[in-house]
């Protein structure tokens, strides 16, 4: 196995520690594959040189893959809002939900049937959720502008 390129303060500190091996016994054969386990955390990042070309300056940032980078602004807008609905909506839904799921579990007076609705009261959860992501979907394929 090929060692990474390393910084020169990283290759000195486990080189230096790392040439105390013994390469006759299990636990030394374990050790250098731990060894060369760390140096690839400390590699250095390949050069932009092995890439397949050159990007645009939006495709170099780690943009969600359903944010393309070449949106207008109006379609750019919409995604913002889209995402943001689903944040703060989500987040209502599930602070009403809790609220209420809470109130039926305090109200039921056993603790086994207690127990049981659990269950029942997080996976009802997931439909109003699932129906709320999928509106909002539906607004913005509906309201965004088509591509010809």
């Known amino acids: 196995m090929r060692e990474p390129e390393l910084s020169p303060i990283f290759r000195r500190v486990l080189l230096d520690r790392g040439s105390v091996l013994c390469h006759h016994s299990k636990k030394g054969a374990d050790k250098l594959i731990m060894r060369q386990k760390i140096l690839s955390w400390f590699a250095l990042p390949l050069s932009q040189a092995e890439s397949a070309g050159p990007r645009s300056l ?3 940032f780690a943009i969600p893959h359903n944010f393309p980078p070449n949106l207008s602004l109006p379609e750019a807008m919409i995604r913002v809002a889209a995402a943001m609905a689903r944040i703060l909506l989500g987040s209502s839904l599930f602070a009403v939900w809790g609220v ?8 039921i007076p056993s603790y086994f049937w207690r127990t049981a609705a659990i269950l029942p009261l997080a996976l009802l959860f997931l439909i109003p959720f ?3 992501m999928a509106g909002i979907s539906a607004m913005v394929r509906a309201i965004s502008p088509k591509h010809r």
């Open 58 to 60: 939006a495709e170099r």
């Open 100 to 107: 209420f799921s809470a109130r039926v579990w305090s109200s």
């Open 130 to 132: 699932t129906a709320l």
